[in-house]
């Protein structure tokens, strides 16, 4: 059974850099395009970017220039970061097996607020 | 970008009711539209994958149908269970987009 678990500071100073880790069980990393999404009850769903082990990477034009996505395959972890944050980036975290067609499975998510 | 809409925004329903949410996209996704079903407090599920093609594990009385523009999610027999916003999702062109979900009351 494929799981997946996002982890990571549940608070974030403006400014500063948050740093997401999925671990994902089931499934290995090397197969599959790995995206992560974000939801707020303003802007709903957003996807942030999807990663591919090849190094194939997409992002969001809207946070390109404040994103990085990478994996480590030996730990079957993907990992995000996003810079320079402020309270806009505050919302529920996911990460999603899939990114170049459905997302079937998904993270528990995981709720990070930007505040001093 | 493509933008998602759905309509309607709110359903308030009873148990047995037919259900038809739907979602229209900016522009044409082809089949690349999928359907997926968040529960208070939970992650997106996936209902429905390339616009009416039934997902394991989910029951039969969810269905998608549509292509192009243009899509529907239906639910035939609604239960209590299938309280939950809906939200379509299409991966024809990134950035992928979500629509901005249909959240069913029963």
């Known amino acids: 059974q494929v799981q997946l678990q996002e982890s990571g500071p549940g608070l974030v100073k403006p400014s500063e850099t948050l740093s997401l880790i999925c671990s994902v069980s089931?499934?290995?990393?090397?197969?599959?395009?790995w995206s992560w999404i974000r939801q707020t009850a303003g802007k709903g769903l957003e996807w942030i970017g999807r990663?591919?082990?090849?190094?194939?990477?997409d992002y969001n034009p809207s946070l390109k220039n404040r994103v990085t996505m990478s994996v480590d395959t030996s730990k079957n972890e993907v990992s995000l970061k996003v810079t320079s944050v402020t309270a806009a980036d505050t919302a529920v975290y996911y990460c999603?097996?899939?990114?170049?067609?459905?997302?079937?499975?998904w993270g528990q998510g995981l709720m990070v607020t930007v505040s001093s | 970008e493509i933008v998602l809409t759905q309509s309607p925004d709110f359903l308030s329903v009873t148990p047995k009711e037919q259900v038809t949410i739907t979602c229209r996209a900016s522009?044409?996704?082809?089949?690349?539209l999928h359907w997926y079903q968040q529960k208070a407090g939970q992650s997106p599920k996936l209902l429905i994958k390339?616009?009416?093609e039934s997902v394991s594990g989910v029951p039969s009385r969810f269905s998608g149908s549509g292509s192009g523009t243009d899509f529907t999610l239906t639910i035939s027999g609604l239960e209590s269970e299938d309280a939950a916003t809906y939200y379509c999702?299409?991966?024809?062109?990134?950035?992928?987009?979500f629509g901005p979900g249909t959240k069913v009351d029963i």
């Open positions: 999603a097996r899939g990114g170049t067609y459905f997302l079937d499975y």
């Open positions: 089931g499934a290995s990393i090397s197969r599959y395009y």
């Open positions: 990663f591919y082990s090849s190094g194939s990477i």
């Open positions: 522009q044409n996704v082809y089949i690349s």
């Open positions: 390339y616009a009416t």
């Open positions: 999702h299409q991966s024809s062109s990134l950035p992928i987009t």
